[in-house]
């Protein structure tokens, strides 16, 4: 089996998730399975021998990795176009379980949710098949029968995935290669409750689910048999109940004399406490990043972010206490309902930072608002580029003037990963195109006006919430009622 990363080495081997898939896979007995990245020039497992590839998809992009993959290989794109005696490939991650469909012809199936377990599970299925000479037909019919798997043409609905925690998850492998050289990541809680509008990570992870405390520490000790390096996972890492006390447990042994050095994915600004900046400043993290998301309370609000001025500048004062000499905040723009005066309060607050806190450092990464499946805000098209262009200019201008370094990413590579995001099977000639156009921002122009797709249906339109969306297909709990209600409970704050 051929495990396939879309992208490089560096990034494979900092990528909890992949790494875990595939240690379960190569720890059962019966599997000879390689790690193979985009880089990888030469694989130990010749094509020849490959009965089974899985792949990890992560990101909207992603797809011209895989494309390039499967082209280096000579296996057609399209599991209809590939021969009997080629493998079985099959994909899974945040964008196959949000939404399969533009990708259901490519994957002869996909794993919907977390696939702890049932990745080997599908590869004895597979296995135990090919032994006994069934065809892949036969096979693929076994594996629609398991919960979690989506193979088009035979499923039609499809519940995901939701594993307890019972394990502490980690990288297996340290590497100096890695893009975190030699750090040890272990995920201490799965999702976040917070179920901001937008938010995929969040709505994808339901309900939020901790690891115990215990498992945590033993983990911990595990990893620092090998590293001095740790970082802890999670979408929302400070809500767990014994979070404060895993900061203690590091802290005391850094006081002993054991030199540590531990970072976190991410924090939010009102779980930010003096207890756990105070760790990670002693552990070595010289960097805070805060998502406020949204510049006036009145929009984040809106995006369920209930977050005020007050615990943003009471982060400020604990980040100052604990002697950090600066923080990078992350925000969005173009999100819905978004005015002028929301930007406006940006500014201000940047203002009001500068102005109190005289020497302290902030600065801005915005991104803009990409409509994801399975959220409240689903339904919501995006800006047009025009205007969030010129939004972002004027963010730049105002921020400028003030000395604050701002970066926003790019509207274009947005527009696009919306198409993809909200796609369809429409959408798999589509993909196909822009790929053997080149995969640059100008081959999803050019390939939008060969096919006669209209991208702004995928990315700027509204969505009457009666629809019948491409991925209704899947069952992602609170589901679909919850989101509507949601939807307009937040838009209408
Ligand atoms: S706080 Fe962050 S991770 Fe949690 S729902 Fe909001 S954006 Fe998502």
């Known amino acids: 089996m051929w495990f396939f990363f879309p992208g490089p080495e560096s990034f494979a081997l900092s990528s909890l998730g992949y790494l875990w898939l595939y240690k379960e896979i190569d720890m059962a007995d019966s599997f000879d399975i390689e790690r193979v990245y985009s880089d990888t020039k030469t694989t130990r497992l010749m094509r020849d021998r490959i009965n089974l590839i899985g792949m990890s998809f992560t990101f909207d992009m992603d797809f011209i990795a895989i494309f390039h993959f499967l082209e280096r290989n000579k296996y057609n794109f399209k599991a209809k176009d590939r021969k009997e005696s080629d493998p079985l490939i099959f994909a899974g991650g945040p964008v196959i379980s949000s939404n399969p469909k533009p990708y ?34 036969d096979i693929l019919k076994e594996l629609s029968k398991i919960e979690g798997i989506y193979v088009p043409g035979i499923t039609t609905k499809v519940n995901k995935l939701t ?31 917070n179920r901001c509008g937008f938010c995929l990570a969040s709505y994808l992870n339901l309900p939020i689910r901790f690891v115990d405390y215990e498992e945590i520490i033993n983990t911990i000790e595990l990893g620092l048999k090998h590293t001095n390096k740790i970082a802890l996972l999670g979408a929302q890492i400070t809500a767990h109940p014994k979070f404060t006390d895993i900061c203690k447990y590091i802290e005391a042994k850094i006081d002993n004399g054991e030199e540590i050095e531990m970072s976190v994915s991410s924090l939010r600004v009102d779980s930010f406490t003096p207890e756990i900046v105070n760790t990670l400043v002693k552990a070595g993290q010289k960097n805070l990043t805060l998502a406020i998301e949204a510049g006036s309370e009145r929009l984040r609000r809106v995006i369920n972010k209930n ?28 999100l819905p309902t978004e005015t002028q005066e929301d930007l406006e309060e940006i500014v201000n607050l940047s203002k009001k930072i500068k102005a109190k806190y005289k020497g302290f450092e902030i600065s801005f990464g915005f991104s803009t608002f990409v409509p994801k499946p399975n959220t409240p805000f689903q339904w919501f098209g995006r800006e047009n580029e025009k205007s969030l262009e010129t939004k972002a200019n004027y963010l730049r201008k105002e921020l400028h003037k003030l000395g604050i370094q701002i970066s926003v990413s790019s509207a274009k590579w947005d527009y696009y990963q919306a198409v993809l995001s909200r796609g369809d099977e429409k959408l798999t000639d589509y ?53 509507i209600e949601e939807s307009k409970r937040l838009i209408n704050r």
């Open 307 to 334: 977050l005020t001025e007050e615990q943003i500048y009471k982060a400020i004062e604990i980040a100052k206490s604990c002697g950090l000499h600066g923080i990078k905040f992350y925000g969005m723009i173009g």
């Open 163 to 193: 594993k307890k925690l019972t394990q502490c998850i980690y990288t297996p492998i340290l590497s100096t290669n890695a893009f975190f050289p030699n750090t040890f990541i272990l995920e201490v809680e799965r999702g976040c409750s």
């Open 104 to 137: 259901a012809e490519i994957f002869d199936f996909m794993i919907i949710g977390d696939g702890e377990g049932v990745n080997v599970t599908v590869a004895s299925i597979i296995k135990e098949g090919l032994e006994n000479n069934k065809n892949k037909s």
């Open 431 to 483: 993909i196909i195109e822009v790929f053997n156009q080149g995969g640059k921002l100008g081959a999803f122009r050019k390939a939008s006006k060969t096919l006669n797709i209209n991208t702004d249906y995928y990315a700027i339109e509204n969505y009457q919430y009666e629809k019948v969306l491409p991925w209704d297909t899947i069952d992602i709990r609170p589901g679909k009622e919850f989101l």
